[in-house]
């Protein structure tokens, strides 16, 4: 039986990057352009009668205006169709993040068991930070399913949603809700009604929960047959049962907590190892470390030494007396962290520089507090070069550093109950 059509659609618009990730990947690959502008990547697995073909189409025209916007309200139409389920409104709201996407074409058809090609599509669709879009549903980038076009029946409660939600415009009545969940507030406004800041007891559960995520991701990174790493995690399971935190895992963290070393998913590994800049800000709110510089990531031993890692008995103290500062102090980072987030994510969008400082004082929605970060000629400096001529690798982690701080300082902020969906909408 013939299998569906796949394609990729994700934020993340790189085809040279594409490129350089076929060839470190796949077996064998060739394209038929430059790297920014080819059409047609070919990988071949085998040889001979056990060659097995996967072409990834590319048409920089179909990912442009005027007609991209018009594809994207055709797919969330079609999605509308889909039978309601709770995952409905954000399965569209994902589509706006979409910046790109890539044909398939296997030859012969795919098997769903242990096809060597799927292996590759679905390391792609990570990288990319993208979902499967299939006539039937949309996929994660394992190939598990996130909306299903049979309703909740269908949907994967494993389903791993891409890092970023939404992206549609602060003029638009859903950009600006957004916007105003997530944008600056002075001390004494306060959060927005219906929020539910969490109380000092869950801030330290949360943080001790993201202490352990943290190290299991960060032993992903050694040999599973060590007998030191094997004894660690032991030790590390122990830890989490005797402080009692394991009512604070959510679905995805226990997951990563538990799956025996050397099979987290290259996705799961990379997720969890972020947290830890989430994590360093829970812990400044703890009064137990201080957060590095907007392009800097920190340095995990001293963080999880200042949370009682493997220690209960410093683990439990925190347990026992938390002391968050002040809402003026999270208030006066939270606002922080918005202006570093935007800028980023500006940038991102669209890559040019601009006189920041200026554009802090003056805009719609400002000012934003940008003090203490770091300018050259008047815009946000990373490494000590102006944003636009950071280096590539240390723009995106400086981007994805200002991504889970955002939504920790959020969390803090306003809530809500599920950490993970805190806003990160700038």
């Not at 470190?24 to 040889?47: C, I, Q, S």
């Not at 916007?69 to 706006?96: H, I, N, W």
């Not at 300018?375 to 636009?388: K, S, Y």
Request: proline residues 9%; hydrophobic residues 40%.
């Amino acid at each position: 039986m013939a299998q569906e059509p796949i394609n990729i659609f994700a934020r993340i618009a790189d085809p040279a990057g594409v490129a350089a990730f076929l060839r470190e990947h796949a077996p064998r690959v060739e394209l038929d352009g430059p790297d920014g502008t080819w059409e047609n990547a070919v990988v071949t697995f085998g040889r001979g009668r056990s060659e097995q073909v996967l072409t990834f189409r590319h048409s920089a025209e179909y990912y442009s205006e005027p007609g991209w916007s018009d594809q994207m309200a055709g797919m969330r139409g079609y999605f509308a169709r889909f039978p309601d389920t709770p995952r409905k409104e954000k399965v569209l709201l994902l589509t706006t993040t979409f910046r790109f996407s890539l044909g398939t074409l296997f030859e012969p058809d795919f098997d769903p068991d242990g096809d060597p090609r799927l292996s590759l599509l679905f390391a792609l669709t990570q990288a990319l930070d993208g979902v499967l879009f299939t006539p039937s549903g949309l996929r994660d980038a394992s190939g598990r399913v996130l909306f299903s076009a049979r309703g909740e029946e269908g949907e994967d409660p494993g389903a791993e949603w891409p890092k970023v939600h939404g992206s549609v415009s602060l003029d638009s009545p859903l950009g600006a809700a957004m916007h105003d969940a997530s944008r600056p507030r002075a001390a004494d406004e306060g959060p927005p009604e219906g929020a539910a800041p969490p109380a000092p007891g869950r801030v330290a559960r949360r943080a001790l929960a993201l202490t352990a995520v943290t190290a299991r991701a960060i032993l992903e990174q050694d040999d599973p047959q060590s007998e030191t790493v094997q004894r660690t995690y032991a030790d590390l399971l122990a830890w989490v049962g005797e402080i009692g935190i394991d009512p604070e895992f959510e679905p995805p963290e226990r997951e990563v907590l538990h799956r025996p070393l050397g099979q987290l998913t290259g996705r799961q590994q990379a997720d969890a190892t972020w947290r830890l800049e989430g994590l360093v800000v829970l812990a400044w709110a703890l009064k137990r470390y201080e957060i590095p510089p907007h392009d800097e990531v920190v340095p995990l031993n001293p963080l999880w030494c200042s949370l009682g890692l493997l220690n209960a008995g410093d683990a439990q103290d925190l347990l026992a007396r938390p002391e968050l500062r002040s809402r003026e102090e999270i208030s006066a980072l939270r606002n922080r962290q918005f202006a570093v987030h935007w800028r980023l994510r500006d940038q991102y969008l669209a890559p040019k520089p601009m006189d920041f400082a200026a554009f802090a004082r003056t805009c719609r929605f400002g000012p934003l507090d940008i003090t203490g970060l770091p300018l050259v000629e008047g815009d946000l400096a990373i490494g000590g070069e102006r944003i636009d001529r950071a280096p590539p690798e240390r723009f995106r982690a400086a981007l994805s550093t200002a991504l889970e701080r955002h939504v920790a300082a959020n969390w803090l902020w306003e809530g809500p109950e599920t950490y993970s969906e805190a806003s990160s909408a700038t």
